[in-house]
């Protein structure tokens, strides 16, 4: 299973565009680093969502899948 570059930057897009709108992003240099943060951390989460779909047996995501991998994520973060 590939990623589709252009969904995980249409997710990255969204998600820099609802911050934005909250934080007040102001300089392009300011957009740009986020959008690159964003594109690692959406790529991230889907390609583990995706091994949760495949030791399921399953080719198409879930939004189990996707939760689980959030979780994981978090968790990984949360380490100290």
């Known amino acids: 299973s590939t990623l589709d570059v252009a969904c995980i930057h249409s997710l990255a897009n969204r998600a820099i565009a609802e911050e934005g709108a909250v934080s007040g992003l102001s300089t392009a240099e300011d957009v740009m680093v986020l959008t690159a943060s964003t594109e690692v ?40």
């Open 41 to 80: 951390h959406v790529r991230r989460v889907v390609q583990e969502a995706l091994k949760f779909a495949r030791h399921s047996k399953r080719q198409r995501l879930k939004p189990v899948d996707v939760d689980k991998a959030l979780s994981k994520e978090h968790d990984l973060i949360a380490l100290p």
